[in-house]
């Protein structure tokens, strides 16, 4: 299956439901201080406390607001406003806002639960009901200044296919920031620009055992989105010079996943989704479009069947299956 339906959106959002308020096992990004800062995980994220770690009960949350904003009438639809109604509220976010306010705080989720939640804000933005947007708007703002606080100072990428890629944080990033914040979207396509301006000739030295994204392709996306369709049509030309001989191969090749009960090695369905996003994405209008979508399909139908299983990859693994099959 290479396209959405009602009936799988549907169990992406169940899915999501079952995990953003199950509270353990949780994995905290948290810096103690003294032994008070020693609370449960409620206590230090009255929203975000579920799906194993913040990040992915952000992306539960995007989940479900994708699904609603497409099937507002569907099977999970009350249920999502129900949970919304309760969770997305000013209280609580404001909760949320104490904890960055901690000054160990500075670094808390960069740059991949900024993307993330600047992601969210977006797909609230574009949902009819505005309350939900409007209470997590202040939480959003927040993490894009801390975007602009530390772009100027990211001399270097991070070249990774983990949480600290800076590709794939800034592409997230560029949706909220393009339809909300002009400052921060020229700050972010100037800095990929900056990055990955030069790059040519990508051999594409992976994937590594517990990568969830493909370096190269979320590289090529995010340029995708920072320069114009004919300046980046050059740039991709240069950096990928072979696609056509389905070269570099290991980008045509799905990862084998060894065990799906290794949250790590489990990443790795994740980036058979994710390179099925970035094919998808990076075949709009160009010549190669067959090649691409072939490859999208490919890294789609071998870990598709595996988003809903063991918790390791459930807890998040819908979000790139939605991102994959709504490019």
Known sequence: MTELTADLAASFAAIAQGHVRRE?????????????????????????????D?????????????????YSDGAEAANIRTLFDDMLT????????????????????????????LKLQNELDLLPEPRWAQALRPLAQAFAARFKTFLPKADYPIRTGVHS??????????DYAEAADPDLAEALKAKAQAWYGADQGAVAWEPSQDDFLSPTLMEAVCMRRALPPAAFATWF??????????????????AR?????????AHLDGLNLSRAWCWRLLAKDHPQAGLMHEAAATHLSASLPHVAGD???EHWLASFALLALTA
């Open 311 to 313: 918790y390791m990859g």
């Open 257 to 265: 996943v060894s065990d799906r009960s290794d949250g790590k090695i």
């Open 24 to 52: 353990y096992p949780n994995k905290l990004d948290h810096v103690l201080a003294s032994d008070a800062d020693a609370v449960g995980v409620k206590a230090l994220h009255p929203i975000f406390y579920g799906s194993f």
């Open 237 to 254: 030309e240069a950096f990928l010079p072979r696609l056509s001989e389905h070269y570099p191969p290991a980008l045509f090749a799905p």
């Open 90 to 117: 000013s209280e609580k976010v404001s909760g949320e806002l104490a904890y960055l306010d901690r000054p160990l705080s500075v670094g808390f989720e960069r740059p991949y639960g900024w993307g993330w939640i």
């Open 54 to 70: 913040w990040h992915s009960c952000v992306h539960g949350y995007w989940t479900l607001a994708r699904v609603l904003r497409l």
């Open 165 to 174: 890629s800076t590709a794939f944080a800034a592409t997230l990033a560029l």
